[in-house]
């Protein structure tokens, strides 16, 4: 699994452009139409899948991002529907990272060793748990890299040098940058303190750094790029999912090609990245 991600970032480096990766929650507005819209993604220039596990206690998420969660447990979504949903995606795509993303108790739940089995079956590649700092490694952390997942964790502004350290003990995959405090989906962070930060990071650590929030446009995603190995979007194409659908919260026709479009645009910015920094 953890050859996949690997790969991929290598393929990257080489090519001298930051990834793009892609957040959506798994399930929203339903299955059938979040099926279409992962599928969309690395045909519209995504370059690792954050898929979003649906939780009914979204502590960490802005507003954008617990509607999608409250949309997709309505429609019916599972942790195990989230694992097939990832399985279904294989069947077309074998080489995009998938990360699956989201809250500890529902994968407390299901059980650890049965989650990971299934996540391996489903050809999952990284975890990211907000909630499970590093002093509960023994919890998943640990079981997920013995069986060759990736555990990714966050870092943020006020994870200081002293802090860093224990935080990106067992970290693997990439190191996700939250370029600024509070829920998601907040302002566009100060692009030099970004540039400041990630190189911090890489001080203590090999592996890459993607950063995130607040990431809306090409131009963000530009900016950004210029310092960071990958650019996270996720409120912004939640947000798109949202204002295309009915008032009902149901899919319509323009709903998979309204973020195939944002994303798109999102990967001209990150593509185009470099050549800012060598400008």
Same mark, same amino acid.
């Given at each position: 699994m953890t050859a996949r991600m690997d790969k991929r970032f290598a393929a990257l480096k080489a090519e001298g452009r930051p990834a793009l990766?892609?957040?959506f929650m798994g399930g929203d507005p339903d299955y059938d139409t979040s099926l279409g819209i992962m599928k969309a993604l690395p045909e519209a220039g995504a370059d690792v899948i954050e898929l979003g596990m649906p939780f009914s206690d979204p502590m960490a998420d802005g507003p954008a991002i617990q509607l999608a969660g409250q949309r997709a447990l309505k429609a019916g979504q599972t942790l195990k529907k989230t694992l097939q949903l990832a399985a279904d995606f294989r069947n077309v795509d074998a080489d995009t990272p998938i990360v699956m993303m989201g809250y500890y108790n529902p994968i407390y739940i299901y059980g650890v060793e049965n989650f990971l089995d299934d996540a391996i079956a489903a050809g999952i590649d990284g975890l990211i748990v907000v909630d499970l700092p590093p002093e509960m490694d023994d919890e998943l952390c640990i079981p997920a890299?013995?069986?060759g997942i990736n555990f990714i964790r966050l870092a943020t502004p006020t994870t200081d040098d002293k802090r860093l350290p224990t935080v990106l003990k067992n970290t693997t995959g990439f190191?996700?940058?939250v370029s600024m405090n509070g829920i998601t989906g907040s302002a566009l962070p100060d692009p030099s303190l970004v540039s400041g930060a990630v190189k911090r990071i890489k001080q203590h650590?090999?592996?890459?750094v993607c950063v995130g929030f607040g990431v809306k446009t090409a131009e963000h995603a530009k900016l950004i790029g210029a310092s960071a190995d990958g650019v996270v979007v996720g409120t912004a194409i939640v947000n798109q999912i949202a204002t295309s659908l009915t008032? #009902?919260?149901n899919a319509?026709? #323009?709903t998979i090609q309204a973020v195939a479009t944002l994303v798109r645009g999102l990967s001209t910015g990150t593509r185009s990245a470099r050549l800012?920094?060598?400008e």
């Open positions: 990766v892609t957040y890299i013995r069986k190191v996700y940058y650590t090999d592996l890459p008032k #009902d919260g319509t026709a #323009d800012v920094a060598a």
